[in-house]
């Protein structure tokens, strides 16, 4: 009796775990989507297209994000410069690029990073063409950038390789140290 009494209690207490709210953080994503282009470029920090050229997960205070560089083709809005990184996070408004693909973005500033999400008007450029005939003429970048050093692995990697180089130097000093003593 008391087997199933500890089983009973051990299941309820699973029970009250698993419905009890426990997650990181669980959240739905908030979307107002402008009903038109001149509204959401209104709304936004900077309005351009491009392709997604290089894509790497980052963290940013703790949260996990998307980095994609862009390769600016037009701008309409707050872009000036020839490649972007912009953010998206990894959650239920997270925006899904694809390498190779071009973008008309709606992009917000927070904490000067550029980001999107997945509602709004941004989206594949072959699927957006109306916003972008509403938006006009926009303009080439005037400044020539280049922003693929924020996506070299051995930037990634240098944190590593120094410490790597500080342990194996420290190995031989050690080596030194101890054959020395040896001698005497």
């Known amino acids: 009796m008391k087997r199933v009494a500890a089983v009973i209690v051990a299941a309820v207490t699973l029970a009250l775990i698993s419905i009890s709210g426990y997650s990181e953080k669980a959240m739905a994503c908030n979307c107002f989507v402008p009903d038109d282009p001149a509204a959401a470029a ?60 071009s973008y008309l973005l709606y992009a917000y500033e927070n904490q000067g990073d550029l980001r999107v999400i997945n509602c709004g008007r941004s989206g594949e450029l072959q699927h957006v063409l109306a916003d972008v005939n509403s938006l006009g003429e926009g303009k080439a970048p005037g400044r020539k950038v280049d922003l693929s050093g924020e996506f070299s692995i051995l930037r990634e990697l240098a944190p590593l390789i120094a410490a790597g180089a500080v342990v194996a130097a420290g190995a031989v000093l050690l080596i030194y140290y101890v054959r020395r003593s040896s001698r005497n």
């Open 42 to 101: 209104a709304r936004s920090a900077a309005v351009f297209s491009g392709e997604a050229i290089a894509m790497k997960t980052v963290k940013q205070g703790g949260e996990r994000s998307i980095a994609v560089l862009i390769e600016v083709d037009t701008a309409w809005k707050g872009m000036d410069q020839s490649q972007a990184i912009v953010y998206t996070d990894l959650s239920s408004c997270q925006f899904e690029f694809q390498m190779g693909s």
